[in-house]
């Protein structure tokens, strides 16, 4: 993803599969177990919400997905 141009921070999440596929799994019971939910998007707004809330940032799915 990155070879053509992605980055994390500054790419939308949803443009390459593998990402978004990953958000969608977290919604999933099996993956997310009911404990992800959407707290923050951006990447700014999942670093803000690291700092100011990590119990929900643990939990944020954008959050997860930055991560993977």
């Known amino acids: 993803m990155c070879g053509y141009g992605y980055t994390v921070a500054g790419g939308p999440l949803a443009s390459f599969f593998a990402s978004d596929l990953i958000h969608r799994l977290f919604h999933t019971d099996k993956i997310g177990e009911g404990t992800v939910f ?7 707004e999942c670093l803000d919400l690291a700092r100011e809330s990590p119990d929900e940032a643990v939990r944020n799915a954008h959050s997860l997905q930055y991560f993977a």
């Not at 959407?38 to 700014?44: I, K, L, N, R």
């Open 38 to 44: 959407h707290y923050a998007d951006t990447y700014q």
